[in-house]
């Protein structure tokens, strides 16, 4: 659908795919969720048309449900890879996990918690990242590295254990030049591949 080829009957195959963002040059790689969202609507539209236009009839049933939409953006993508620890939330799996959370204005009241999360929620109702069991959220705040937390916006420095408060990390490099210098680099590839795809 982004490239305007369309895809209207690719949910007859979803029995053996997943979604996934392909590059954050093409999708907001922050919403995957959103991918979902928008994987909803064409089986939804074709499949009610049928009903609606051929039968002048109201669908009794739904034809794509969001529980089936959530197990193309998690468990799926698993089993592509053929990884069983992945994309489950059992002892012995791999430890990666997205919280939200359910009392924000997007989700509030709703009392299947994957409707929420597929149909309401954003990227500000993520409360917690698990990352190969370690935090890379945490309560809201980024999670610099393993007991150190970052508020989003707020500068390395301000955390004792990271420096002296003199504008430099605990290597004693500017942590202003290293910020643009990965800003430098981002903006250089991001040029280089918006060019190739011109």
């Keep these: 659908?982004?490239?305007g080829h369309t895809h209207p009957h690719s949910f007859l195959i979803q029995d053996q795919a997943s979604l996934g963002i392909d590059t954050h040059?093409?999708?907001?790689?922050?919403?995957v969720v959103t991918q979902a969202r928008l994987w909803l609507q064409p089986p939804r539209l074709f499949l009610f048309s049928q009903v609606i236009v051929q039968d002048w009839e109201i669908p009794q049933i739904n034809p794509m449900s969001v529980n089936q939409?959530?197990?193309?953006?998690?468990?799926?993508?698993a089993?592509?890879?053929r990884r069983n620890d992945l994309g489950v939330l059992v002892?012995?799996?791999k430890a990666d996990i997205v919280l939200f959370d359910g009392d924000s204005p997007n989700m509030l009241g709703w009392e299947d918690p994957v409707a929420?999360?597929?149909?309401h929620s954003n990227v500000g109702d993520v409360t917690d990242v698990m990352v190969?069991?370690?935090w890379r959220k945490r309560e809201g705040e980024l999670v610099a590295k393993e007991g150190v937390i970052v508020p989003f916006g707020s500068s390395s420095n301000q955390n004792s254990d990271q420096g002296d408060g003199d504008g430099d990390d605990a290597n004693g490099?500017?942590?202003?030049a290293g910020s643009e210098t990965v800003r430098s680099g981002f903006l250089d590839s991001a040029r280089r591949i918006q060019g190739l795809l011109a």
């Design 116 to 119: 929420a999360i597929i149909l």
């Design 79 to 81: 089993l592509a890879l």
């Design 91 to 93: 002892e012995g799996a």
């Design 132 to 134: 190969d069991e370690e």
């Design 1 to 3: 659908m982004h490239y």
């Design 25 to 31: 040059f093409t999708y907001s790689a922050d919403k």
């Design 69 to 77: 939409v959530f197990h193309l953006i998690t468990r799926s993508g």
């Design 173 to 176: 490099e500017d942590d202003d």
